[in-house]
């Protein structure tokens, strides 16, 4: 049984399923190493423009598996602490190759995203949920902390400080409907459009050139770490020469809007 599915529901549209709905989608390294390998996999393909992440049943990740942690890869001769490091480092990579992709990500929250599920899912560019999602700082309600993943860099820059501190602190569930409310995700459907949404929000994007949707990608996840405001702008205007001068993406636009046809962008 594969435990993480890719197909291609639309055109230039990969769609990446965590199945091990029994466990709802639990974090295994069974599950983890193999959405490792399939997300980079993914990025190297150039049909692929945007990807949406799900999960298969009725939960979008449940975060660390509890009852078995499943087969950690190369640790064999190592001691306890070593193999801790390995085993987040294992994590982390999930997370930074879903930030290093290429194409934007969305995820396709269709219900339970808990703790190190939470933190995939805010680790994703566009995140949509359905009327049965909801999310949960977990680790603290474990005895642990709900600091993992990055959640305690991002959530903050998502949704403000006084209510990540809130969320992650109390471990307490936010429904859908607060989820939207706060920011966490863009928007909440019916489970039964969830995907046809996801799939519409993809091809908004796919009209657009490539190498504008990818380096838009880029400079908001370089703002997020970015020094200073002005050093930022420098970025940004480098990125948009890079684009203007290189192209003829704008003139393409302008043709475009002229003529009232879609654009036709080479890049």
């Given at each position: 049984?594969?435990?993480?599915?890719?197909?291609?529901?639309?055109?230039?549209?990969?769609?990446?399923?965590?199945?091990?709905?029994?466990?709802?989608?639990?974090?295994?390294?069974?599950?983890?190493?193999?959405?490792?390998?399939?997300?980079?996999?993914?990025?190297?393909?150039?049909?692929?423009?945007?990807?949406?992440?799900?999960?298969?049943?009725?939960?979008?990740?449940?975060?660390?598996?509890?009852?078995?942690?499943?087969?950690?890869?190369?640790?064999?001769?190592?001691?306890?602490?070593?193999?801790?490091?390995?085993?987040?480092d294992l994590l982390n990579n999930v997370m930074l190759t879903i930030r290093r992709m290429h194409q934007p990500v969305i995820s396709a929250v269709?219900?339970?995203?808990?703790?190190?599920?939470?933190?995939?899912?805010?680790?994703?560019?566009?995140?949509?949920?359905?009327?049965?999602?909801?999310?949960?700082?977990?680790?603290?309600?474990?005895?642990?902390?709900?600091?993992?993943?990055?959640?305690?860099?991002?959530?903050?820059?998502?949704?403000g400080t006084t209510r990540a501190f809130e969320i992650m602190l109390t471990g307490r569930d936010v429904d859908a409907v607060e989820a939207e409310?706060?920011?966490?995700?863009?928007?909440?459907?019916?489970?039964?459009?969830?995907?046809?949404?996801?799939?519409?929000?993809?091809?908004?994007?796919?009209?657009?050139?490539?190498?504008?949707?990818?380096?838009?990608?880029?400079?908001?996840?370089?703002?997020?770490?970015?020094?200073?405001?002005?050093?930022?702008?420098?970025?940004?205007?480098?990125?948009?020469?890079?684009?203007?001068?290189?192209?003829?993406?704008?003139?393409?636009?302008?043709?475009?809007?002229?003529?009232?046809?879609?654009?036709?962008?080479?890049?």
């Amino acid at each position: 049984m594969s435990f993480v599915l890719v197909e291609k529901p639309r055109p230039q549209i990969a769609l990446v399923t965590l199945n091990r709905p029994e466990r709802m989608n639990a974090m295994a390294f069974d599950v983890m190493v193999p959405l490792r390998e399939t997300l980079e996999s993914v990025a190297a393909d150039n049909d692929v423009r945007v990807v949406v992440l799900t999960g298969a049943g009725h939960g979008f990740c449940s975060g660390a598996d509890l009852q078995g942690a499943g087969r950690i890869p190369g640790v064999d001769g190592l001691t306890k602490t070593s193999v801790a490091r390995r085993s987040m480092d294992l994590l982390n990579n999930v997370m930074l190759t879903i930030r290093r992709m290429h194409q934007p990500v969305i995820s396709a929250v269709n219900g339970a995203a808990i703790g190190g599920g939470f933190c995939l899912a805010v680790g994703t560019d566009i995140r949509i949920a359905s009327q049965d999602a909801y999310f949960r700082a977990a680790g603290i309600n474990n005895g642990l902390t709900s600091a993992e993943l990055g959640i305690s860099y991002l959530l903050p820059r998502a949704i403000g400080t006084t209510r990540a501190f809130e969320i992650m602190l109390t471990g307490r569930d936010v429904d859908a409907v607060e989820a939207e409310r706060l920011g966490i995700v863009s928007r909440v459907v019916p489970a039964d459009k969830l995907l046809d949404t996801c799939y519409d929000t993809a091809e908004q994007i796919i009209r657009w050139s490539r190498v504008g949707a990818e380096l838009t990608k880029r400079m908001l996840w370089s703002g997020l770490e970015a020094g200073s405001f002005e050093s930022h702008m420098q970025h940004e205007g480098m990125s948009q020469l890079y684009v203007r001068l290189t192209t003829e993406n704008f003139d393409e636009a302008i043709r475009a809007r002229r003529d009232r046809r879609p654009p036709v962008y080479e890049d």
